[in-house]
């Protein structure tokens, strides 16, 4: 629980205070809706890494496998994509809070997010010995 409320600070002061140092986003609003945001961010990310998953796992099985020489690819190419993609959304659903002109800034920000998400992403078992 920690973890979620740690990244969900650092993704609303990503979306107020860092990603308006880009040139063309903006965020009109205060901490507490940004913070709003960030919760509805980690929802979008959510749910287009479902989507994507399940997509992948449908092209796998219905082409007996032979979707994986074009998946594998597109995913690790693409796996940075997806924040961006998400902030497009999210722009999209809340353009009277955030704007942001063109796919390029939106890949900026994306990769912000994404190191929040690296950061504060959940380590695997063996690692959660030296968290302690």
């Known amino acids: 629980m920690k973890r979620f409320i740690l990244r969900l600070v650092l993704l609303a002061t990503a979306i107020d205070y860092i990603l308006p140092m880009l040139d063309g986003i903006s965020f009109h609003g205060n901490f507490i809706q940004a913070i709003g945001a960030g919760l509805f961010f ?39 994509l997806l924040p961006a993609v998400c902030l497009k959304l999210l722009a999209g659903l809340i353009p009277h809070f955030l704007t942001i002109n063109g796919w390029l800034l939106a890949i900026w920000g994306g990769l912000v997010m994404l190191v929040i998400g690296i950061v504060t992403g959940e380590r695997p078992a063996k690692y959660k010995i030296l968290d302690e």
Not at 65 to 79: E, K, R, S
């Open 42 to 80: 980690s929802l979008l990310v959510w749910l287009v890494e479902w989507l994507a998953i399940t997509v992948s796992a449908l092209l796998a099985i219905s082409t007996f496998g032979l979707a994986i020489l074009f998946l594998i690819p597109v995913w690790l190419v693409g796996f940075w």
